[in-house]
């Protein structure tokens, strides 16, 4: 979405916009992809492997009349989810009415990983991307890499990848599967199982409710540090209160880390305490402005409206 936002606004100024996209379509998070990373379930590794954390049944808690942009309304229109708080897939499917009513696909270079932006001594960025059916699957890469260089780079990759996973005593040597809500997909996967879910945020309580259709047992956990006092190799999970459960999985839902793992920018941007810093506005780091800049940073805004107010 904010990518989607900054080539809109760029390109009515006249610019000449590329918008590289690692995917095989447009939307970002809410292009709903069913594969996860079965190696890496956690998602401990950075970059994660699969970029959306979308799970099939998610919907969205902000009401449409508040999600469009202020110039595209988010209108219902016949045969789709007509739902004010709609399925992930109705805002997709938005996302690309949005792009389709102003031309934005010319700009987009689809199935393109970015593996490295940094400035160069003229003050312009140098882009080493490269296609993903180029891509081993070993992580090997191909040789076949793109290097360009730009006057000017803008982030927008989101921050809803990689997992932020919580510090509980035994989660190295635990017995039981474990895996972060990322991951997460259908709720088919836990059936009879006895699931422990540590988070009590939005995924948490909508992943929590779905998986108790089928599981056998599910205890929801507020917050990991406090109410999870370590897990054993016997496949226990002994509680804050000093009871205990033998489980078959644990479901991390707790939140997710700002990781930007491709821009070297030689320290000039640091996260520190889940905070991207510095940016004058939230977007433009003062020591690479204007030819860097960040948008879609902030959490809790109406992001949409946000990203259009970032980009102008």
Known sequence: MG?????????????????????????GQWLYDPRSDTADLLGAAAPVRVHSSIYAS??????????????????????RDNRRFRGNREVHLYLKDFCDAFGLMEAVRLDTRVLRAAMTPTHQW???????????????????????????????????????LP???????????????????????????????????????DIAMEIRGVAKEVYLVAKSME????????????????????????????????????LDTGGAITIDDHRVGPLFEHVFPPLLAPSLSFVGVPRKVKLASYLRCSTH
């Open 58 to 79: 998610l919907r969205l808690i902000s009401p449409r009349q508040t999600t469009g942009f202020t110039d595209f309304p988010f209108s219902p229109r016949n045969g």
């Open 126 to 164: 140098a882009v080493r991307s490269v296609a993903l059916k180029e891509y081993d699957t070993d992580e090997k890469m191909s040789g076949a890499f793109v290097d360009e260089v730009f006057d000017a780079a803008v982030v927008a990759t989101g921050h809803y990848s990689q997992p932020r």
């Open 167 to 205: 510090s509980i005593e035994g989660m190295e040597v635990w017995g039981g599967r474990q895996m972060h809500s990322h991951s997460y997909r259908v709720p088919e996967a836990f059936r009879g199982e006895v699931v422990v879910v540590v988070g009590c945020g939005e995924s948490g309580k």
């Open 227 to 262: 109410e999870v006092d370590r897990l054993c190799e016997d496949s226990s999970v002994v509680f804050g209160d000093g009871s205990s459960v033998v489980a078959d999985t644990v479901v991390h839902c707790t939140g997710y880390s700002y990781s930007f793992p491709l």
């Open 3 to 27: 990518g989607l936002a900054v080539a809109y606004e760029l390109r009515r100024e006249g610019h000449d916009v590329t918008v590289l996209e690692q995917s095989g379509n447009i939307g």
